[in-house]
């Protein structure tokens, strides 16, 4: 997410007619809106090594990832993001600009979103019902925060490092993937190093 870009109230049609044309990606929560902003060198490596893992892993199932340029709507807060992966198993429609179904998203984590990745999607993406996993990678260095909805409806977090491998478990076989692979081409040296105190909460996200 980005600036604020509408203070009147949009509808939901107004919204999809207008992000049809615009040059600009745009958010929309409950009616308002916001211009999405650019993403860092570190950022597109990262999302461009995931959609390939998860590319090669789907190829041949019905399901299918999609890098940030596919809206996914969130019912119950009357909202849409644009997640920076998203994997679904939704029929495919030719002509479809959002989904609603999801069993896995990932945020690949920035100053600038930090607590919109964690907190604000954390509780939007919970809510909705198809989603399994959500993910959020860090790009100044290697950890991924993992969300995994349990069988009581849960979202206990994993922390995974470098090193380490991530299960995905909501695919349709699941995928563990390397954090190396992830980021592959991002050497610890290559990495965007910036101030730790920036990716901070005041605390710890509410898992449940």
Not at 81 to 103: G, Q, R
Not at 130 to 155: A, M, T
Request: overall charge negative; aromatic content about 10%; glycine content about 2%.
């Amino acid at each position: 997410m980005g600036k604020h870009v509408q203070s009147l109230y949009v509808t939901v049609e107004d919204y999809l007619k207008a992000e049809e044309s615009a040059s600009v990606r745009h958010e929309y929560i409950d009616g308002q809106i916001f211009a999405m902003t650019g993403a860092s060198d570190a950022h597109n490596v990262i999302c461009t090594n995931l959609l390939v893992l998860l590319y090669t892993h789907l190829r041949r199932s019905s399901c299918r990832a999609y890098i940030n340029d596919m809206k996914v709507r969130v019912e119950t807060v009357k909202s849409f993001y644009y997640p920076d992966i998203m994997v679904t198993c939704e029929p495919f429609s030719a002509k479809s600009v959002f989904k609603a179904a999801p069993i896995l998203l990932i945020e690949v984590l920035s100053p600038s979103t930090r607590q919109i990745d964690r907190r604000e999607k954390l509780i939007a993406y919970k809510q909705i019902t198809s989603l399994k996993e959500y993910l959020v990678v860090y790009q100044n260095r290697q950890r991924i925060e993992l969300y995994q909805k349990d069988e009581h409806g849960h979202w206990p977090m994993t922390i995974v490092r470098a090193g380490d491998s991530i299960l995905l478990e909501s695919l349709h076989e699941p995928l563990e993937v390397s954090l190396a692979a992830i980021y592959e081409s991002l050497g610890l040296a290559n990495v965007v190093q910036e101030d730790e105190a920036e990716y901070e909460l005041d605390s710890e996200p509410d898992f449940c």
